[in-house]
């Protein structure tokens, strides 16, 4: 038990020289307001007269202090000797220069402003006169600023106090003044806070001889009144009169006894009272706080050096000087883990991989088939083609003649610039790829870290190898669209052509007519209801039977023009030219399988009025005909007006409506083929120009380029910041260490 309170004390001077503050140690923590007697406490402990005296806050550092408990001299004598811990190798006998000393120490970080900082000053004090105890002397509790003190300064002190009384290892001596009224004290209600329960609080009455007359503390030492699991002490301090007179503090402890043996109350508690009952209870609350949590401590000590030595060593090994062959062949074993490591990175088979985000190989996988497709797709290759566009391009390639069909070269010349439309894209996942790269370059290398100067140079190396590649690269992705452009091959198996094109066309202008003429006969029959409600009853409504108008649009190709009767269409679904006795499209055409060969025309645009067919409608049965108001057939009028829609177009408008759908839909098809083969072909060349490349030389050329012994010693120079941490980390762990081996002899 006896060596409980020196093995804390080894443990706080161990500590304290590397500043941590992870182990909560037991200690005694002194809290009061201002002028509540704290230091006189303090100094009726020691026996002397060494703290700091003024107006104001005076404690404005942490005081941390050690007593310990020494045997006599041979020859009987037992002056105090103090030592601070700033000053290992000074001794104090003298406590007027202990004082000064503190002051020092205090303004040096502190100012002279009455600021206080959270630095502790670290005093210990050995005499045969105490009895072993470590206290915490906190500045005192202030409401107002007075003279030169911070605004702020409450906050400061309240801050402080905290700090060290949350710790769960720490004992609370909360002072208190007879002279004021219990309730309104602030040290018991800071305690209170953090020890609800007080089973680590106890409470001190101090000033007990100025209470007034007729008044005692005894109904508070007894804990009647606030209550305390550890109790209450009381004691008699000096007067400031006392103070200033210099009077012996081994008269003023005297002068204490007496009191309380002769008063006629606190004679019958002598067990809560004196300086020498305060000293007794807390050393024996802080051996048992000790023996209590000194398994714990060392449970976390032990937890402390396993993860500090986990630390170190990822700092790596200390270099030293070395030979020339070490140096050498630490470098080449770092370049070549370097260029392994970048290689697994793409390969997905790196030992550390993240699990946040895409990396490597499969970012670059993402790119190929996310970002790169998704540009492809989001190009459309007619969007920037205007019907005048088309129409111009035609006329252009025909020169000063008619066009017989559709030139060939108009085709040409429109599809080329959408299909270098597909470049951007393309050059765009050549330099995503890129910068891919040099992600996975930075993230590689973690040993070689420790060397800064290796690590541009590595990086550097890196970056100008894959510059080498992706000029290469991106020229030949250029090259590729370029190749594109130059030969068009309408031969090509997937190629929609001329015939196909045609028949597409033919369909879609059937369904257009179709439903227009849905439409037209809806109106009429509408108005015919409302104009004979008995007739429009017999119609369903808003219904338009579609046998009913394929009907009225077949009609059209069998109608009278002035007598005589035009010849049926050859086979249905083709499409002829007026004038022509050819059918578009027609699979027995003699020129089948040349581009356009099935889009003749006779070369007049336009035809006059009189020579412009006149189409009469032939009635078709339906079985909603009926007799309009006039007596004629609605079913007539409906085939009628689906002949006019096709009528009110010019023949030479109709051409060219048809020429600039059939010149969309061949682009719309040929450029379909062009981007197939251009998202097929763009990340194999990625792969095999930059990736393999660059993944296959990676070694050659950093060992080419840095493997050299002018650059051994540069290269191998650690980082002094890490240096300098790895240094610390290892003081730590020798305090931990030694830490651990004082509390085992102490167990």
Not at 136 to 165: F, N
Not at 369 to 392: E, H, Q
Request: aromatic share 4%; net charge negative.
């Amino acid at each position: 038990m006896d060596k409980l309170i020196p093995t804390v004390n080894k443990l706080q001077d161990v500590f304290n020289t590397v500043g941590q503050d992870e182990i909560d140690l037991p200690q005694i923590v002194v809290v009061g307001s201002q002028s509540s007697g704290k230091s006189s406490v303090l100094e009726n402990l020691v026996g002397r007269d060494f703290l700091p005296r003024g107006s104001g806050i005076v404690t404005r550092r942490p005081l941390v202090l050690q007593l310990v408990n020494v045997p006599r001299g041979s020859d009987g004598s037992g002056e105090p000797r103090a030592q601070f811990l700033h000053l290992p190798n000074q001794v104090f006998t003298d406590m007027s220069e202990v004082r000064r000393e503190i002051e020092r120490e205090t303004e040096r970080l502190a100012g002279g402003n009455k600021g206080i900082v959270k630095a502790p000053i670290h005093l210990r004090i050995t005499s045969p006169d105490v009895l072993s105890l470590t206290l915490v002397d906190l500045p005192g509790i202030t409401k107002i600023p007075v003279g030169d003190q911070p605004t702020d300064i409450e906050a400061q002190t309240r801050s402080l106090v905290y700090e060290y009384i949350t710790k769960p290892n720490s004992i609370i001596v909360a002072i208190s003044p007879a002279n004021v009224d219990i309730v309104n004290s602030e040290s018991l209600k800071i305690a209170r806070e953090v020890d609800p329960k007080g089973t680590r609080t106890v409470g001190v009455i101090t000033k007990i001889d100025l209470m007034d007359r007729g008044t005692n503390s005894l109904e508070i030492l007894t804990g009647r009144v606030y209550p305390l699991r550890l109790g209450f002490v009381g004691v008699v301090n000096r007067s400031q009169e006392d103070t200033q007179a210099n009077k012996p503090i081994s008269d003023a402890l005297r002068e204490e006894a007496e009191f309380f043996s002769e008063h006629p109350i606190y004679r019958t508690v002598q067990q809560h009272c004196g300086t020498q009952t305060l000293a007794r209870v807390l050393n024996q609350l802080l051996l048992q706080h000790i023996r209590d949590n000194l398994p714990a401590i060392k449970t976390k000590i032990n937890a402390l050096i396993s993860q500090t030595e986990h630390e170190l060593l990822s700092y790596g090994r200390m270099s030293g000087d070395g030979d020339l062959v070490s140096k050498s062949s630490r470098l080449l074993k770092m370049l070549t883990l370097f260029a392994n490591e970048f290689s697994s990175s793409i390969d997905g088979s790196a030992a550390e991989m993240s699990t946040s985000e895409l990396c490597g190989g499969a970012r670059l996988y993402y790119i190929f088939n996310d970002i790169f497709a998704s540009g492809l797709d989001s190009v459309n290759p007619t969007a920037s083609l205007t019907n005048t566009d088309i129409r111009t391009a035609i006329r252009n390639s025909s020169g000063p003649r008619a066009s017989l069909f559709v030139p060939e070269i108009a085709f040409q010349l429109l599809v080329k610039p959408q299909i270098k439309s597909l470049e951007p894209p393309a050059q765009r996942c050549v330099q995503l790829a890129y910068e891919e790269l040099m992600k996975v370059g930075l993230s590689c290398g973690s040993e070689m870290r420790r060397y800064p100067q290796l690590h541009a140079k590595v990086m550097q190396v890196v970056s100008d190898l894959l510059r080498e590649r992706v000029g290469p690269t991106s020229q030949y992705v250029e090259s590729m669209i370029a190749i594109e452009r130059a030969y068009i091959n309408t031969n090509h198996p997937d190629f929609i052509g001329g015939p196909g094109a045609i028949a597409d066309l033919q369909q879609k202008l059937d369904r257009r007519r179709k439903d227009a003429a849905r439409l037209r006969v809806r109106e009429i029959r509408l108005a015919t209801r409302s104009s004979d409600e008995a007739v429009g009853a017999q119609f369903e409504e808003s219904e338009v039977d579609p046998s009913e108008v394929d009907d009225i649009v077949d009609a059209r190709s069998r109608v009278k023009v002035n007598g005589m009767a035009e010849e049926p269409r050859a086979a249905s679904g083709t499409l002829r030219r007026p004038g022509s006795g050819s059918p578009l499209g027609s699979g027995t055409s003699s020129n089948q399988g040349k581009f356009f060969n099935s889009f003749f025309g006779n070369g007049r645009r336009d035809l006059p009025d009189e020579s412009r067919p006149n189409h009469s409608v032939i009635p078709v049965p339906n079985r909603l005909s009926h007799i309009s108001g006039d007596g004629t057939s609605l079913d007539d009028e409906s085939a009628a007006l689906s002949a006019q829609l096709s009528a009110d177009l010019t023949v030479s408008e109709q051409r060219d409506e048809m020429e600039t759908s059939l010149i969309r839909s061949l682009i719309t098809s040929y450029f379909q083929i062009v981007r197939k083969s251009i998202q097929d072909l763009v990340p194999k060349a990625v792969m095999h120009l930059l990736v393999n490349e660059v993944c296959d030389n990676m070694q050659n050329r950093l060992v080419e380029e840095l493997y050299k012994e002018p650059l051994l010693e540069e290269l191998l120079r650690e980082d002094p910041t890490l240096v300098a941490e790895r240094d610390q980390c290892k003081a730590m762990l020798d305090v931990y260490k030694k830490a651990f081996a004082i509390i085992n002899e102490a167990m």
